[in-house]
């Protein structure tokens, strides 16, 4: 699939023809997902999309993902276009998957692990899709465009299934025709409520430091400054023995993130920390004999 410029939709069915109405509106709505999954990828190259033929047995459509500049068709298989539809058309499927997998109702929990999403469904089931093909899912004129072209499928009787294909015939994703009514209704919205996240053993360089548990101290963390309550009550009684703390000294700690969702770039931002733990006092004084042993 790395090199694949191109897929096939296949239509299942006992006969080997389609209403014209069902399949304008499916490639239409096809081309809207690519489009949109283009645009996403950012890759600066305009995608067109050319229906080769079609082929014998359940209705099939070849399609083939064309790089243009300027309404002039470029060398199909230079190295980055070849990268740009692989991509288009691994994403294009893996919504598909998406979709199908979650029958139409919002994801019970959905949680980021490197490069993936792993989604769980109301079953208790789990579905692992990269990041790339949950961001393109959650699209609205993607979500609608998904949607209309299980409608104008649905409305064609003699469609039992419906699947993309490689360039070998190898089945990518298919949908049953039980399934088509389903897929057809828009998907609930995901609940993008609050989240947290634990950096267990996480570096903060102190700016100011606060000995009053209810006010905020200042860090440098990762490179930037950062405002946390220090939530550890074996630390503070570490301060009330005596222990000195300075500017620039470096706590060790387990650091609470608050994240919140912002619609607008479709993406979580840091909002809040808390340190919930301090692990070690490395003072300023120590640090480069330390650092030196580490490195």
């Not at 079609?54 to 309404?71: A, R």
């Not at 792993?118 to 093909?133: A, K, L, P, R, T």
């Not at 009053?212 to 400054?225: A, H, Q, R, T, V």
């Amino acid at each position: 699939m790395a090199t694949e410029t191109s897929f096939k939709i296949k239509f299942d069915g006992q006969q080997h023809q389609i209403d014209a109405n069902v399949l304008i509106n499916s490639l239409i709505h096809t081309s809207s997902i690519i489009q949109e999954i283009n645009t996403y990828l950012n890759a600066g190259k305009k995608i067109k999309i050319d229906i080769k033929a079609t082929e014998k047995g359940s209705f099939v459509i070849h399609l083939e993902l064309v790089e243009t500049v300027y309404q002039v068709i470029k060398d199909i298989f230079t190295k980055e276009n070849i990268e740009v539809a692989a991509a288009i058309i691994t994403i294009f499927t893996g919504i598909i998957g998406v979709k199908k997998f979650l029958k139409g109702r919002k994801p019970k929990r959905v949680k980021e692990s490197g490069d993936e999403i792993v989604i769980e469904n109301e079953n208790g089931q789990i579905y692992n899709v990269s990041c790339n093909v949950f961001n393109v899912y959650q699209n609205k004129v993607v979500q609608e465009a998904l949607s209309k072209n299980f409608e104008a499928i649905n409305e064609d009787s003699a469609i039992t299934g419906f699947g993309i294909l490689d360039e070998k015939d190898n089945i990518l994703e298919s949908v049953e025709k039980d399934d088509f009514k389903i897929m057809s209704e828009m998907p609930e919205a995901v609940d993008h409520g609050d989240r947290q996240n634990v950096n267990n053993n996480a570096k903060l360089h102190i700016i100011r430091a606060s000995f009053d548990g209810s006010l905020k101290w200042d860090f440098l963390y990762l490179g930037n400054k950062i405002s946390a309550k220090v939530n550890d009550t074996d630390f503070y009684e570490l301060i009330d023995r005596g222990e000195a703390f300075a500017k620039g000294d470096v706590l060790d700690v387990d650091l609470q993130i608050s994240q919140k969702f912002d619609e607008t770039i479709n993406a979580y931002y840091n909002n809040s920390y808390q340190v919930i733990k301090i692990n070690e006092h490395i003072p300023r004084g120590k640090q480069i004999h330390i650092f030196e042993i580490e490195n």
